[in-house]
């Protein structure tokens, strides 16, 4: 059911900016990952510093999306699903700050590999990322459409994404015992697959604030905050 | 304490006449909390209250079909003494209406109609604990003879307080006690509501969400006459389980 509207236009063209200013933060953020990524795969360095320049944009939008929640907060008494809406806008926006960060670091490394010759040629780092683009962009989409199914989905396909990271892991390993010159290399790529592992986990905290949001319950760390 | 009722109302439904206000009500309000009636204006939440110690009753053609107990006790039952009936369950109004004499007597008037005592030493006493319960006994205590009209509303209210209080009612009736009130006296009068708790069992009628969200441990919203839904108040306003209750709290009236 969609939701109704606020009785006071006022109020919900605030939450309508609020959520608005979520969408264009997520969109960047997204588009950060993708970008760092394809700079690495297509070794194209102007565009890993192009997504480390995008950064400020991004700590702005953080910025703007945490002072209007206070307004909100002080002016309109939210409650209820304003109020668990408002509590997810605030936890959800640092998720997709670091999110950003974790762009930046993967362009940094991603300009350092691209100085040197290619350790290998790339298949599961490519593999990864976009399996973490994915939960990404679905944990985005569970929060905007308020889809705690999707969410759900989200949370389990997260651990798809560590089983990668394993599997990446142990690969580069094996290059670094055969063979000590790829080791600079092979770390700065273990890096990476560890940032995209890190992408996993702020979409599933994202998937699980969702869930807190349609549902009113908590599920983190298995707890339920059904009564009390 | 534990799961005990102190008013338990049965699938009651109340009419004026022929016009139904209130639909299959059913609800236990438990002792020492403090109960929460919103809702907007004509969904039948001070009809409810009213209906819990008869105030109805002097409405013609009122009438209650269900059951409503007072400690297991029928409410409406013929045996049923009415002035002791609301002796037990007092009612706090939102115009503050002290009557036109002395704050003593004001909250003396309750005991000496009752006839719960002759001696002026023990009425003393009766009007001091009464006063300080409605955490006014410092701000008034020199002047007790002097008209409660000269009060402010805040301290007009809390003499009405004082004076259900006198009577050693079980549950006070609150509707919109604060309503008439600026800030300061509506925060006294909450903190008096979250004391008062202790000792009785309070239900309060209040258009002021977040009031109810405040003062109240359980809350019940209603809406054209039926109880939509009666929850824990920390619930009710952080996560509601009912569609409409989700709309009304929020300010999405439609």
Known sequence: ???????????????????????????????MISDSIRALVDRRPTLAEEVI????????????????????????????????????????????????????????????????PELKRLVDLPIMADAAQRILKEGLDAFVN??????????????????????????????????????????????????????????????????????????????????? | MGNSIKISVSNANFFYGTNQALHAVSVKIRPQFVTALIGPSGCGKSTFLRALNRMNDLIPGARLEGKIELDGENVYSDSMDVIQLRRRVGMIFQRSNPFPMSI??????????????KKRIELDEIVEK????????????????RSAMSLSGGQQQRVCIARALAVEPEVLLMDEPASALDPISTAKIEELIYDLKRAYTIVIVTHNMQQAARVSDETGFFLTGRLVEFNETKRLFTAPTNRETEDYITGRFG
Not at chain 1, 166 to 192: H, N, P, V
């Open chain 1, 1 to 31: 059911m969609p939701d109704r509207e606020h009785t006071s236009k006022h109020y919900e063209q605030q939450l309508r900016i609020l959520k608005d200013k979520l969408l264009l933060m997520s969109h960047q953020a997204e588009q």
């Open chain 2, 104 to 117: 003593y007597d004001n909250v003396a008037y309750g005991v000496r109609v009752n006839g719960l005592t």
């Open chain 1, 53 to 116: 320049k995008r950064d400020d944009d991004l700590d702005q939008l953080e910025i703007e999306i945490d002072n209007l929640c206070y307004q909100i907060l002080a002016l309109e008494q939210p409650v209820a699903r304003d109020l668990r809406f408002i509590a997810t806008a605030l936890k959800i926006v640092k998720d997709i700050e670091r999110i950003g960060d974790i762009g930046v670091n993967i362009a940094e490394r991603a300009i350092e590999l691209i100085q040197e």
């Open chain 1, 146 to 228: 308020s889809d705690a199914d999707l969410a759900e989905t989200v949370i389990h396909n997260d651990r798809m994404v560590d089983g990668l990271y394993e599997q990446i892991f142990r690969e580069l390993l094996t290059y670094m015992l055969e063979d000590t010159r790829t080791i600079s290399r092979a770390i700065k790529l273990i890096f990476i697959a560890k940032h995209l592992e890190r992408v996993g986990d702020h979409s599933a905290n994202i998937a699980e604030m969702v869930i807190f949001l349609v549902r009113g319950q908590d599920i983190r760390h298995g707890t339920r905050l059904d009564r009390g």
């Open chain 2, 130 to 145: 009464s006063l300080r319960a409605a955490a006014l006994w410092d701000e008034i205590k020199d002047r007790l003879h």
